[in-house]
């Protein structure tokens, strides 16, 4: 069973800075992609930013030039860089692992942003 362990989430002020990581068990041959989810309350499930396989990334237009994403495939490991970090963004982010086989997610981690 393939596991996902994030880490990173926390509390800061409007402005500030966080960075989230998230380790995945999946072998780094059957990865499609990795890429952090995010979900507000009362909202639904939205993508944040996504790097496949051959290193090409996507971003939410709410989050280009802020967050940037990257990944350590020796270690199955994204991350993802979160400055000028807005009120709007808080919500419980999500990793995501693609597999040519599967879909997998993390528990999620609480991201607050203060005004």
């Known amino acids: 069973q393939v596991q996902l362990v994030e880490s990173g989430g926390g509390l800061v002020q409007a402005g500030g800075s966080l960075t989230l990581s998230c380790v995945t068990s999946?072998?780094?041959?059957?990865?499609?992609?990795m890429g952090w989810y995010r979900q507000a309350p009362g909202k639904q499930r939205e993508l944040v930013a996504a790097i496949a396989r051959d290193g090409s990334t996507s971003y939410a237009d709410s989050v280009k030039g802020r967050f940037t994403i990257s990944r350590t495939n020796a270690k199955n490991t994204v991350y993802l860089q979160m400055n000028s970090l807005k009120p709007e963004d808080t919500a419980v982010y999500y990793c995501n692992t693609q597999t040519w086989y599967d879909d997998y997610w993390g528990q999620g981690t609480q991201v607050t942003i203060s005004s």
């Open positions: 999946a072998s780094i041959f059957s990865i499609k992609t």
